[in-house]
């Protein structure tokens, strides 16, 4: 089983990257081999012979001998200079000197299966700590450690010790080997597409998800990237590698560790930190990437995407069923799911008619009303003429399509078959998808083989059905637009804003006046005749608010004045200061700042943190008294694009109040989204904001105020912020 | 096949009910039988035969002869008397006809599969009323039209012409026959526990839901009623049903029509009406009935409720993993469900440790890490520890379970098969409920299918467990607070309001007072004089408030004054009645409400509506100038008991604010749900209150005032609204 390149590196490998060999070995050693069919080490080479992988193998035991007819090394410095990837299946404790061997090897990455680093806590943290060492010090790229392996299932490098991984075109980046073992099944269940690549990232000490992804989606043989993660150790990295790599090839994600119990799991599981699940929602939807929240839907929505053309931008689902029941069920789900029917045309509704009887419903759901039972190939002529629809972006057949012959007569079968051949063209030639949901998709028939085999699902569930039809519609609008949303890439840091915690009031307000965002007309008056002649000057009446470093909510001590005249001026100002000294006695007052009454509007919150898995977050929903009772808050990562921003205000209870609510101004969603847009490129060039406050701001017909500015700085300023 | 008895009644006959006879039935008549094998009147005896049904079956058709060995009678009135049931088989016209002549021939019930009735719209109209006028002049009942008919599997008696309906606990009324196929595939996919009884109603034109679940829900054969439902016609007889039901038999339902167009869809499907599906969702849980809103758990749940013990109320969820990816993700997905996980004890973690060793996790989700892979009866060990735990209610094995000897080694399956014994002996002694989640479920495993046999189900999908898990919680909850719930049966009427459509506030307010409900203090004044001396007795600032039958929205017509104290009382009556005459020149005045000014409270939204499914509903929300935009409102069926009120006040966003938010007062939860319960008592006594709106209600400590109080009366004041 060794070649004649043995001791010579493969003539491509200087031209391929250390992740290129990873994934698609050209030769592999098996660390800690071993001749004992119970262990790990012989698992791997005998599933690696199993998957007919045609490359060189190199088994590695200091004892010798032969396992599976394969020569043994017996120490890694003794292996051919320059092998692609080796298997480390040695105890944790060996682990860090054997990736140094495996350095001055040649090798270029290793895939390490043990557990006992940081997921298990201190016990683990000197051996993480010499693994991290052993992987900086000689660059090796290293999976997990913690995990269960990397397969390559077109070339039959198979690390994981699975056997029978069907091949196809999903490829696969999970957290755990179990979550394998499910997609695989599940895959199986549905009778889904198969797999190309599999990688399991355990702890990730050194290779993580975006680098994975970027790879993976570089692979003709990739037709989508499923991801199932606990965490992502860099999120911003990999927000930006969803966002390349999704016009190209789609991407779903199923997240485990969303809640408080499932993230104290995961920490004891792959030593994962997650941040915010709300802010992990919105910034990977926004990055394209397709989350499902159930388990049950990671193979059903990762299967239909690699073989389904998107539903094109702006038309809509029709549904073809042979039960009124199932009809109106499939349709309440698209409804839940915000899909919307077809307005079937006259024409299209006229010639549905003539082909199915006068019982049918020929309005979107269609019902074919028995028109069918004797002759399933009026299922195909029906869906020809829904394809031919210009409204129609997606056929979804209801019922019990492709057993009639099992229901009705076994004669029928013939024909299924052949309809089966005739719905695949017709998908092929008018670009519009078709799915199938029928009662008896968990059987095993033949027309429902040939469909899947032509790319078209065919699902038992009519709730994984509408799932897949919600994914291709989306996959259809992300497609359309890609060149109206952000790159997620930070820019090059702005000079930053000089200090550290809670910056006064005033000092807030230039910052953001500096980036060009309007704060509204203020003055800071650090004198009583200052405020006197501020609000003299503003001709209107006026709000006053002391300025202190020890007052943070003002309005609680007296600091808050409102609708204040210039001959009242003083008086005011000197109550604010007479409370103060009596609510907070050692408070410095370094004075007011001043602002004109603003008109009525809509309150609202806007804002900005430092996620600390993706980085600049900016937030928006309701403002005012109601913010800790009504949670109305969305997400997106900075910087954020108009169309972007205007989809996060879409997302809030807020939005319901911009049109003209009650006695409510109209505003105007593309001004406040292009203020959102400002805030976002604002701290994404300032990554030494820890949280930036404006609560509430006014928004009316004539633009947005925020009557407060609070901006906290992280302790650190240096620009080591992401 | 005919047997002696056929000329006369069955003995047992007078005892029996029409109901039982039509669900149990000991002879059948197929009214429009045929020789043809394509026909609905063959496929009938065809089925009856295969399905072992040992009673007599009596084929009707004018050919007479013989069809399958059965001798056919030429017509319904040659029948022997007093035969059970009649499929009746023949074409819409003709079935008044065939009914009234089965009714003279003693026949107790009548299942008519034609469509071409009210579903059609107009068309169907006529037919429609001489099918009611038949059932009405008989006093037959009938199930259908437009049905796919009924089956009792325990007894062969099968009149759907499905065949291979597996024997089991769950009984099935639908609204489509197709549902039934669909119920009767995902229970064979899932492998579950099978049928007792189905019934199809079509478009309910006599039997309905309510009498077909009493009925079901008697037979000890029941273990669960499983219902499709696209519109009830009586919704608040259902409702008693179901709560009359639900401590005795667990109901499952899966509604169609929720949405827009899915109502539409229903309304040409079965002719279904339906009303608000807030109302309906509410007032369906209320009852008791297990609502799932995804057509892929309505087999799943019912098979886990027909089979499983529920979980003891107070008793948390323990899960069982091998391996953390799963074990996360059940997490998580309980989490979501509003399911809590164990605390296990210390003795219970302490024991764990020791049996799974070092790396395992053992507190809950337990991850066993490894320590099973060798041995699965260490499985059946843990379950044992954790069920003697009096923290856990229900263990949940997620992952592999079952498929070690696929997995790791086929010499594991006798192991495997010899755990399954022990769980079933576990659950069952401990009395604690066990689901199992397998990523090999779907495959034909023998461990797997002696689980399932003895009632412990075993699913593929994590989020299906959790969903079983979700109802065996609620399920215990409601058997331990049984009495603490309504009935849902409406009171007698109380003598009725007088009037109709929209009552005077003073009127209302005196209605409402008079049933006991606190409306606070308030004077109508009919002159300019009355007012200031009312606002005067008060002493303290008042809200004058115009009564006008005209004048609906009294503060758009400036109609509302606050703040009033006696020496400007008359002032801003005058102006009030200034404004009012301005806006709307027409307004007769009747006089002023004056109340004194409430403390500032919590702004609620209390009411009630008519629902034209469900009767009597009581509203609860945010109310005040939010209500809109909030859309915060939960719904009760009255008569509604405290604990229910007490519910329903938790589901809403006003529920944040009731324990002192911000500057509010803090609300007796207690006091506003008994203020809830008055509410509910005093609709559902007044058939003729059409609406009853109170809002805002402001709630403080001190208790609950409404600052309007509207009523609506329907327009017909009879007591004919139920």
Redesign the interface.
Known sequence: MTSIDEHTPSIDTPARTALERLFDPHSIAIVGASANA?KRGFHAIRTLLQAGYAHPIHPVNPTAGQILGLDVCSSIDRLPYGIDVALIAVPAAAVPDSLRQCAAAGIAGAVVLA??FGE?GEAGAELDAALAAAIAETGIRVIGPNTSGLINVSSGANLVGLQDVPHGPISVI??????L??VV??N??IRGPGFHAYVGLGNQADVRYDECLTELARHPGTGVVAI?S?GFVDGRSFLVAAAEAVPDKPVVA?R???????R???R???GSIAGSDAVATAVLRQAGVELV????ELAVVAGALATCNPIAQGRKVAILS????????A??????SGLE?AELGDRTQRRLRQLLGS?A?V???V?VAGATDTDPIVFAVAVDILMRDPEVGLVLII??YGGYHL?F?SGLRRIEDAAAGILLTLTAEHGVPLLIQS??A?LEIDNHDRLRAGGVPVL?????AVRVAVALERRGRKLADTAQRSSLVLPPPAPPIQGSGPLDEPTARRAVAAAGIGVGAWIFAPTVEEVVAAVAGYRQPCALKVVSPQVIHKSDVGGVRLGVVASDAAEHTQAIIDFVRAHMPGAHIDGMIVTPMVDPGVELLVGATHDPIFGPVVAFGSGG??V???RDVAFRAAPLTELEALEMIDET?AS??LDG??HLPAVNRHQLARFLVRIGDFVAAHPEISELDLNPVIASSSGTVPLDVRIILSEKTTGDHR
Request: hydrophobic share 35%; charged share 25%; net charge negative.
């Open positions: 119970a557990n006992g298990i999970t957290q755990s080997g179990n979550m073992l499910s099944n599940d199986r269940a199932h606990e199923l485990g560790g969303r809640s408080e119990v499932g104290r799991a995961a004891s599981h792959t929240d159930r388990p049950d042979d039960g009124g029941g199932h009809a109106t069920l349709a309440d789900a698209l409804a839940a029917l019982a419903t309005v979107d759901p019902d019922g019990l229901r007569d009662c008896y968990a038992s569930s009519i709730d994984h008294v109601m800790e009772a009504l209870i319901r109040m609510y009650r």
